[in-house]
């Protein structure tokens, strides 16, 4: 599913690389927390999966593709295989909550009977059914949130990247995008989510990798933070 | 598509002016243009017709030339004979198309059609008016032959060769139809750069969404194609305006007026300008591509 081995990533005009040598594998249905402090690199590590960056060394596999040398024009075609959601939702401001899901499906070129038929079904899967014809400024931050998970799993993607999407939540709320990320994972969808969340890596016992100044200290299934 | 086109439409009504300006420059570049090549068109429609009628005219001294070319006053039946003598010899003749000879009260016929209306034609006799030989070449541009046999010969006045009025006329001409295409490259390199900032500011306007279509997957292509057509369109709106313009010219200003007053010129016409209009049609839309495609590639990198 993910394979990185001996990755380094030097941004130019810094002196210590974001990532150093740091090697990954992550097989299909797993759940993985990317867990270290502010510019520990897991971000950098994220930008890399989601082929946003290439790295200055070693090699890059996500669902098969090698990202390295992939050509820019099969990028899109990739990222229409994974689903990504983030801290800050990034929904667009003047569209509804179906109208963001359906968004995502009409820039890749899907029918409108596809969109007509995968776009409720996915806010009922979030627990959004009902509000489909709200802007996101008249939903709460966990709600919205939920319409970034519906508009990530809407194509059934085999990998989710989260990137700390509980980072602007209440913990109760944080439970409920959880629970719901949980789901999306036992249906089958490799997950992997950087955190910064002691109780929510604690209570869910998965694989937990830890990095700190660009390296990887631990990698330990059921681990806690 | 349907999304591409609603895209160009709300980057239309998002930068409104942007788009307005787009339109003017290119309108109004390309009118310089198509104006330009048909005044090109015109002066070679004029060179032909009028190169084909030059003649070269060997005008014979009269009572009211300069004392210094004619000291012996008006041209005696001698020297005219011995003009047309010449013009008959051997080696002048092989030369020649036709000429003939225009005595005064011809001449004063001929001033008086010309000048008609004019005040001049009232003071003007037939005296002062030269005889002339009026020489048709073979060859038009062999007007040296006449001009080194006939000058300082006793009783000729001055020879002239048409063609070098012409040449003053197409040279004034040419230089109008080029600093038209100056002046219309000018504004195509602000057509261009206007249409370039019309992306970037559209770009920025929509870099949400833009961010959002990269990470769900949308292709390069379908990202790209509405700033490609918002640039298109506009450019193509404004060559369309251009086209109407230089046909508008070409019917109400060339025919209607112009032809009017000067009828013994050949214009161009409709089918010239409906030659042009494709043209300018053609050069705006590659225009506008190119330019949105170098901007796209800067302010768009995927």
């Given at each position: 599913?993910?394979?990185?081995?001996?990755?380094?990533?030097?941004?130019?005009?810094?002196a210590r690389p974001a990532l150093n040598n740091v090697s990954l594998e992550v097989a299909k249905g797993d759940f993985?927390?990317?867990?270290?402090?502010?510019?520990?690199?897991?971000?950098?590590?994220?930008?890399?999966?989601?082929?946003?960056?290439?790295?200055?060394?070693?090699?890059?596999?996500?669902?098969?593709?090698?990202?390295?040398?992939?050509?820019?024009?099969?990028?899109?075609?990739?990222?229409?295989?994974?689903g990504v959601v983030f801290q800050d939702f990034r929904l667009l401001p003047n569209k509804t909550v179906a109208q963001n899901v359906a968004f995502s499906l009409e820039v890749i070129g899907k029918s409108q009977g596809f969109i007509q038929e995968a776009v409720p079904e996915v806010l009922r899967l979030v627990g959004l059914e009902g509000k489909a014809d709200r802007l996101p400024s008249e939903l709460s931050g966990g709600e919205?949130?939920?319409?970034?998970?519906?508009?990530?799993?809407?194509?059934?993607?085999?990998?989710?990247?989260?990137?700390?999407?509980?980072g602007n939540l209440d913990p109760a709320t944080s439970q409920d995008i959880m629970a719901l990320i949980e789901?999306?994972?036992?249906?089958?969808?490799?997950?992997?989510?950087?955190?910064?969340?002691?109780?929510?890596?604690?209570?869910?016992?998965?694989?937990?990798?830890?990095?700190?100044?660009?390296?990887?200290?631990?990698?330990?299934?059921?681990?806690?933070? | 598509m349907k999304?591409?086109?609603?895209?160009?439409a709300q980057g239309f009504r998002r930068n409104l002016s942007m788009v307005v300006s787009v339109v003017l420059v290119t309108f109004i570049s390309l009118t310089f243009v198509g104006t330009a090549s048909l005044l090109q068109m015109q002066i070679g429609q004029m060179k032909n017709y009028w190169y084909d009628r030059a003649q070269v005219a060997v005008y014979m001294c009269s009572d009211v030339s300069a004392t210094d070319v004619c000291p012996q006053g008006e041209a005696s039946e001698d020297l005219k004979a011995a003009v047309k003598a010449k013009l008959e010899s051997q080696t002048l003749s092989q030369y020649i198309d036709k000429y003939y000879f225009e005595n005064h009260d011809q001449a004063y016929a001929t001033f008086q059609?010309?000048?008609?209306?004019?005040?001049?034609?009232?003071?003007?006799?037939?005296?002062?008016?030269?005889?002339?030989?009026?020489?048709?070449?073979?060859d038009s541009t062999k007007s040296q032959i006449i001009t080194e046999s006939f000058s300082g010969v006793a009783g000729v006045e001055e020879v002239r060769d048409q063609r070098s009025y012409l040449d003053q006329i197409f040279s004034i001409l040419n230089a109008a139809s080029l600093a038209a295409i100056g002046i219309a490259t000018l504004m195509l390199f602000s057509a261009a750069l206007l249409i370039s900032t019309t992306i970037r500011l559209s770009a920025f306007s929509r870099r949400r969404e833009l961010g959002i279509m990269r990470l769900v997957g949308a292709s390069?292509?379908?990202?790209?194609?509405?700033?490609?057509?918002?640039?298109?369109?506009?450019?193509?709106?404004?060559?369309?305006?251009?086209?109407?313009?230089?046909?508008?010219?070409?019917?109400?200003?060339?025919?209607?007026?112009l032809a009017e007053r000067l009828p013994?010129?050949?214009?161009?016409?409709?089918?010239?300008?409906?030659?042009?209009?494709?043209?300018?049609?053609?050069?705006?839309?590659?225009?506008?591509?190119?330019?949105?495609g170098l901007a796209i590639r800067r302010y768009l990198r995927i």
């Open positions: 599913m993910i394979s990185i081995s001996n990755v380094s990533k030097q941004y130019r005009g810094s993985v927390f990317l867990v270290g402090a502010s510019g520990s690199g897991k971000s950098s590590l994220m930008r890399l999966m989601l082929r946003e960056d290439v790295p200055s060394k070693g090699s890059v596999h996500v669902l098969g593709e090698n990202l390295v040398g992939i050509p820019s024009r099969r990028v899109p075609f990739f990222r229409r295989r994974l919205q949130q939920r319409v970034a998970l519906a508009r990530a799993i809407v194509n059934k993607p085999a990998l989710l990247l989260a990137d700390e999407p509980t789901r999306i994972n036992l249906a089958g969808t490799t997950v992997i989510m950087a955190t910064h969340d002691r109780g929510i890596v604690d209570r869910l016992k998965k694989r937990v990798v830890e990095l700190k100044d660009g390296e990887i200290i631990r990698d330990q299934v059921g681990g806690s933070y | 999304f591409v086109f609603s895209e160009v059609e010309q000048f008609k209306g004019n005040a001049v034609a009232k003071y003007v006799t037939a005296k002062q008016l030269n005889e002339t030989y009026w020489v048709k070449l073979k390069n292509f379908y990202i790209q194609l509405p700033f490609i057509l918002e640039g298109v369109v506009a450019a193509t709106i404004g060559s369309i305006l251009a086209g109407g313009a230089v046909l508008a010219i070409v019917q109400f200003f060339v025919q209607g007026y013994f010129t050949s214009f161009v016409g409709l089918t010239d300008g409906l030659l042009v209009v494709p043209v300018l049609i053609a050069a705006g839309i590659v225009l506008a591509a190119l330019a949105s």
